[in-house]
């Protein structure tokens, strides 16, 4: 079974900063490229942004700039550090392996994974 442990939401106002982590196996870490993906009441879970084992990343449009996707070889941990803050960004934001396509071909049933973590809240309200 595969382990993905988001966690760092939590409740900002708009303009403010989050950071969450997800902790997956080691294996999992190195063998696949990780994305945050993020999931609204009412919407289709949505790709944010990813990163390759060597280090490139890919961003959703409506992220990039704001948010910036990392990872820590030591602790097999991916962490999205995501700054100014908008009412839109609010949903559910998890983990997982991610597909490496160009953002503009990215489609969810590319990422129509059967293994989900919990997820971790994030809420911008002012």
């Known amino acids: 079974q595969v382990q993905l442990v988001e966690s760092g939401g939590g409740t900002v106002q708009p303009g403010g900063s989050l950071r969450l982590s997800c902790v997956v196996s080691?294996?999992?870490?190195?063998?696949?490229?990780i994305g945050w993906y993020r999931q609204a009441p009412g919407k289709q879970r949505e790709f944010v942004a990813a990163?390759?084992?060597?280090?490139?990343?890919n961003y959703n449009a409506s992220v990039k700039g704001r948010f910036t996707i990392s990872r820590d070889n030591a602790n097999n941990t991916i962490y999205l550090q995501m700054n100014n803050l908008k009412p839109e960004d609010t949903a559910v934001y998890y983990c997982?392996?991610?597909?490496?396509?160009?953002?503009?071909?990215?489609?969810?049933?590319?990422?129509?994974?059967?293994?989900w973590g919990q997820g971790t809240q994030v809420t911008v309200s002012s």
């Open positions: 080691r294996s999992f870490f190195r063998n696949n490229a």
């Open positions: 990163i390759a084992t060597n280090g490139p990343t």
């Open positions: 997982n392996k991610a597909p490496w396509v160009p953002v503009a071909s990215m489609r969810p049933d590319l990422y129509n994974y059967g293994d």
